[in-house]
T-cell receptor, first 112, second 114 residues
Framework: GNSVTQMEGPVTLSEEAFLTINCTYTATGYPSLFWYVQYPGEGLQLLLKATKADDKGSNKGFEATYRKETTSFHLEKGSVQVSDSAVYFCALDGSSQGNLIFGKGTKLSVKP | NAGVTQTPKFRILKIGQSMTLQCAQDMNHNYMYWYRQDPGMGLKLIYYSVGAGITDKGEVPNGYNVSRSTTEDFPLRLELAAPSQTSVYFC?????????????FGEGSRLTVL
């Protein structure tokens, strides 16, 4: 079955540092890929998505490119802010039910 | 703009007790989901619904029941609580299937079974 592996956290960065959170997947076919973010005290919300190979999803300065050859969907941001502190979840299309399979989440803390 | 509302936010249960986690959405979404998140793990799907009157099991349904009598509400029932059900529970809704559209999540309900 489909699965997703996400880098372990927590990740601690200084403000304006470059961020990469790794995500790799195992899947049959070409599933849609997602990044969700959970800010403290809130529910998860969609950050970005990509639906086919070589697509780049982007939002709020974050980017991720659907790489079929490396089965990856790494999340990047060029300059993080304190307000980016949150837990980030990689997810993919899980099944014919149309549901998502989530990674374990990576906690990011950005220090001023 | 309430979105998805879950209650309660925190609850402590004794082994063998029962309770219902409430979930309501005001976006007229057909699809609703219950996930659980154990420490250090990803979210796992418990049950889902594609519309009023229709529910189906997800990956980890044992020990839980759901109902969907209205579009707005999707309560999750725990019968005979066990320590293995200690987790954070998330309710979500979407207008399209989750692999096509966007899931909208509640803030979560943290349940501890002692």
């Amino acid at each position: 079955g489909n699965s997703v592996t996400q880098m372990e956290g927590p990740v601690t960065l200084s403000e304006e540092a470059f961020l990469t959170i790794n995500c790799t997947y195992t899947a049959t076919g070409y599933p849609s890929l997602f990044w969700y973010v959970q800010y403290p005290g809130e529910g998860l919300q969609l950050l970005l998505k990509a639906t086919k190979a070589d697509d780049k999803g982007s939002n709020k300065g974050f980017e991720a490119t659907y790489r079929k050859e490396t089965t990856s969907f790494h999340l990047e941001k060029g300059s993080v802010q304190v307000s980016d502190s949150a837990v980030y979840f990689c997810a993919l299309d899980g099944s014919s039910q149309g549901n998502l399979i989530f990674g374990k989440g990576t906690k990011l803390s950005v220090k001023p | 703009n309430a979105g998805v509302t879950q209650t309660p936010k925190f609850r402590i249960l004794k082994i063998g007790q029962s309770m219902t986690l409430q979930c309501a959405q005001d976006m007229n979404h057909n699809y609703m989901y219950w996930y659980r998140q154990d420490p250090g793990m990803g979210l796992k799907l418990i049950y889902y619904s594609v519309g009023a009157g229709i529910t189906d099991k997800g990956e980890v349904p044992n020990g839980y029941n759901v109902s969907r009598s209205t579009t707005e509400d999707f309560p999750l029932r725990l019968e005979l609580a066990a320590p293995s059900q200690t987790s954070v529970y998330f309710c979500a809704s979407s207008s399209l299937r989750a692999n096509t559209g966007e899931l909208f999540f509640g803030e979560g309900s943290r349940l501890t079974v002692l």
